[in-house]
DNA sequence: GTACAAGAGGACCTCTGTATCAAGAGGTCA
DNA sequence: TGACCTCTTGATACAGAGGTCCTCTTGTAC
């Protein structure tokens, strides 16, 4: 689905979206409203910097803001910096050579219409359909470590 | 999306899919029509037996045969296998705790459309849709001996 | 100009999924 | 019974994502 880094760049994109025209936040506050590590976070924000979403400001009095409003920021332009293009592919067997385009499997078009509800999910919703109005509680959550269940060996 | 091992086991079980009735396949042979590892494939073929989903009969004339006719194999009882249950969480923001079922984020219907979606695909689509009428190509495969099934040690 | 605040970035660590190796166990056949 | 075949299994290696540490660079305030 969404690597880690892809929704921790989403939630820190959706927390500087709270915040009022003008306004910065701290990297380290950042952290930890977000929950996301913040020399983790650091290294995200300087990749969503260099895609121009957002400003970074160094210095007494610096920090993060968006730099365009939050509803011009759909989630595609931030997931598709940190996921491969490969994450979706055109045939659920993304690897089995049979199933081309001129020959598809009988899934294929089945899978087509779930990929593209994806696909327009992200280019439909933006920052501030996942951002709550909760600008003053300062929540902070927990570090996300994606786990995998071990297979199961029984039934 | 999918991890390497579920599309691996899927591209292995349509293989057996297309084996006439009766007729097994070596672990050689399979690694090599579907372009798997042979020794990781080894690994995930025991993890589909203890499922039982395949019937793996070891010595001379032996090899893997599907347990279940194909259409009775839904590719969820196959990921399901592989992948843990936080894949697809209820929210595309799994690890912030703001969005509960309670007071949803804005996008929240939308992306509950688009899990279904990728659910019910996985629940409706059976092997026999993956699999392709490619039983002619590359015939390595051969009647299984007659004899017992190796009853296996859970379910 | 100096002290301090804050982001940038390289080196490195850890964990997990993916993959390989080698030996073992179960089965067939002459 | 022994040679041979084939799956099973534990140990181990490798690569990449996620995460930490430390130093450097840039900007502000006085």
Redo the contacts with the bound molecule.
Sequence with gaps: ML???SE?ALRALSRLAQLSRGEAI???DLSQSTGV?Q??L??I??SL?NAGLVL?????????MLLRPADAIHLIDVVSLFEGPSTWPHCLLRGDRKCTSEKPCTAHAHWGKVRNGYLEFLEHTTLVDITQDTAHETQVTR??????ARPTTNC
Tied chains: 1, 2.
Excluded: D, I, N, V
């Design positions: 690597s880690a880094t921790y701290l990297g380290r590590p020399q983790y650091a290294k924000m300087l910097r970074a400001t160094r210095g007494t009095g610096g920090g993060y570090p996300l470590r994606k786990k995998r």
